[in-house]
């Protein structure tokens, strides 16, 4: 599928809010029950979000939502439509976050994620990314990790992908 990744504009926070949602709707169908959250409040939070545009122009399809977090760029969110799930967007995401990571010298990607649901914990190791232990874990992640407590329904892993050149 060809989409084009982009910096999140004004007009799209609706269309962000509801590819998230749809998104979300996944972990349901694999059983997993999640709190209630605002996807607005993420998207506010975040220091950026990059969304894929599919083929009909303007359309999000998806999201990436970053910040910094013990000087790594800290993926907080990726989400992907369902109804074009499996076509590669979610990897043009991932590639675009970090391929800015690099272009902005971090040196590595973080991510907390579930480490057995297969679009989740399998799918970033795929992409280079290996779990780290509380050991590696600098004060801002240790708290990331705290405040998601509440949406630790199955296991979840913290996980990093050094960059070259970094």
Partial sequence: MQVRVRGM???DGAAVAAVARAAGTLFA???LVLPPDDPAEMVACA???LVAEGPAAGRVVGLAA???VDGALHLEELAVDPAVGRRGVGSRLLAKVCGCAL???FPAVTLTTFRDVPWNGPWYARRGFREVGGAE???QLRRVWEQEAQIRVAPRVVMRRGLRGA
């Fill in 47 to 49: 220091e950026r979000v």
């Fill in 9 to 11: 504009r004004a007009g």
């Fill in 137 to 139: 874990w600098g004060p």
């Fill in 29 to 31: 169908d694999a059983g």
């Fill in 66 to 68: 970053t910040g910094t």
């Fill in 103 to 105: 272009e902005e010298g």
